[in-house]
């Protein structure tokens, strides 16, 4: 996936009201940004980190700036967009690029779906009509000192509710697929954040053995784009 326009730079002030941030430019000009993500962004919003941000061409926004990338100071990349995370999976399943998902001819994105009123990120279909249900989660938050990845980094009713909606679409004889996307170059390793959200866990942990595949794939990321590269495996740590 490469970005629609030409990323600049500045230099993170703060993260507040969730979707705003106030970055300095290098003529020290102090802007407010657009920060398309709702979750704690655990080492993701340090002051001092660089940021770096589109423009949109879109004039009815009142911030045209958007938050995509984080670069800390110790040179790791972070693709701070959660928006980005479900067209990066898309395209990367319409290019053939993950094995997993070849045998599928049709993909459509936020399809209504389950007992709980809830939207699947992505719905594949083959010529034989069989579904695949994919929910995508991003993986920012890292330990620095062992290099894993975890997911969630805060409580997330949302997700545990995915979790019982996939286990149910299994439960009816389809696929459905857990496909969590590291967005951060120094993760090497992944585990469900057991000490943050023990539900969401354990109903992972639950569906992993009920039939809902389980996927992790780490990715490169620059100013450029950002493409999947290797798949890792997924470790529970009771």
């Known amino acids: 996936m490469y970005f629609p326009t030409h990323l600049q730079s500045a230099i993170l002030i703060k993260r507040y009201k969730r979707f705003l941030a106030d970055v300095k430019l290098d003529n020290g000009e102090i802007i407010t940004i657009h920060c398309a993500n709702t979750g704690a962004m655990t080492g993701c919003a340090n002051e001092g980190d660089i940021v770096w941000f589109s423009i949109s061409n879109n004039t009815k926004r009142k911030y045209p700036l958007s938050w995509e990338l984080t670069q800390t100071h110790q040179n790791d990349w972070i693709c701070v967009n959660t928006i980005r995370a479900n067209q990066i999976v898309k395209e990367a399943i319409v290019n053939n690029e993950l094995e997993e998902f070849l045998y599928y001819n049709d993909i459509k994105s936020e399809v209504k779906y389950g007992l709980e009123n809830s939207r699947i990120d992505l719905l594949l279909t083959n010529l034989d009509q069989n579904a695949c249900y994919i929910e995508v989660k991003s993986v920012t938050f890292c330990n620095p000192i062992n290099k894993f990845g975890y997911f969630p980094d805060a409580i997330t009713n949302r997700g545990q509710k995915h979790l019982r909606e996939l286990i149910n679409i299994v439960n009816q004889g389809k696929q459905a697929v857990v ?39 780490k990715t490169d990321i620059s100013t450029k784009g950002i493409r999947i590269t290797e798949k890792i495996p997924i470790i529970f740590n009771d």
Do not use: E, M, R, W
């Not at 057991?194 to 009920?210: R, T």
């Open 179 to 217: 496909f969590f996307l590291v967005l951060h170059t120094g993760i090497d390793y992944f585990s469900p954040a057991n000490n943050i959200d023990p539900i969401y866990s354990s109903l992972l942990k639950q569906a992993h053995q009920c039939g809902v595949k389980l996927l992790c794939y």
